[in-house]
């Protein structure tokens, strides 16, 4: 059964770093793309970042660009985001999800780890 | 970026009962549209990809339809399990965004 679970959050104040981890399993992780989406409370669902199966591409919103760094490690089926001088904007549960195919759409989610900036 | 924008921003309707969702993209572009479906509590649900076509498991009640910049999602006849909020998004180029939101609640 194909399975995204995250972790790493957690409350942190602002300007403070967090780093969420993505475990995958029941597919070949190494093949696929992979993203990472937010929402914040309240409000609806924010595209954060993009990594391709190699890492040779990544992309990142204009929220986030600069701060965070989304990365993968293929031999431990795992997908990263690093969070860096954290606002009190990037509140929100934070989803990884898997690139559907050759469509940037995402068939397969996480259930969400919360990261709370909190001062 | 393109921006979406979906409408209603709420949608009350009976079990039983035709819904039909719109997303206007700010450019337009062809077919590069998804649609989601989010209940509180769990992750969001694929429905629909490339404006039309339908994701595994997803009922037949389930439809996509339209190209850039008018996309539409319409569930013919909505089952109690369908009240949720649906997301249009989509991937014709990075950064990759959502609509806004559509909430369907019971009438």
């Known amino acids: 059964q194909v399975h995204l679970v995250e972790s790493g959050g957690g409350v942190v104040q602002p300007g403070g770093s967090l780093r969420l981890s993505c475990a995958a399993s029941g597919f070949t992780f190494s093949i696929y793309g992979m993203h990472w989406v937010r929402q914040a409370p309240g409000k609806g669902l924010e595209w954060v970042a993009y990594i391709k199966y190699d890492e040779s591409i990544k992309y990142y919103g204009d929220s986030v660009k600069g701060r965070f760094t989304i990365s993968r490690d293929n031999s431990k089926n795992t997908l990263y985001l690093q969070m860096n001088s954290l606002r009190a904007e990037d509140m929100a549960v934070y989803y990884c999800?898997?690139?559907?195919?050759?469509?940037?759409?995402?068939?397969?989610w996480g259930q969400g780890t919360m990261v709370t900036v909190f001062s | 970026e393109i921006v979406l924008t979906q409408s209603p921003g709420t949608l009350s309707l009976s079990p039983g009962e035709r819904a039909t969702l719109s997303c206007r993209a700010s450019q337009s572009f062809t077919s590069d549209l998804a649609w989601y479906q989010h209940k509180p509590g769990q992750a969001p649900r694929l429905l629909i990809y490339g404006a039309s076509s339908r994701a595994t498991d997803i009922p037949d009640r389930f439809s996509g339809s339209g190209s850039g910049p008018d996309f539409t999602l319409t569930i013919s006849r909505l089952e109690p399990e369908d009240f949720a909020v649906y997301y249009c998004?989509?991937?014709?180029?990075?950064?990759?965004?959502f609509g806004q939101g559509t909430k369907l609640e019971i009438k």
């Open positions: 999800a898997k690139k559907f195919g050759n469509y940037d759409a995402f068939d397969v």
């Open positions: 998004q989509q991937y014709a180029s990075s950064p990759y965004t």
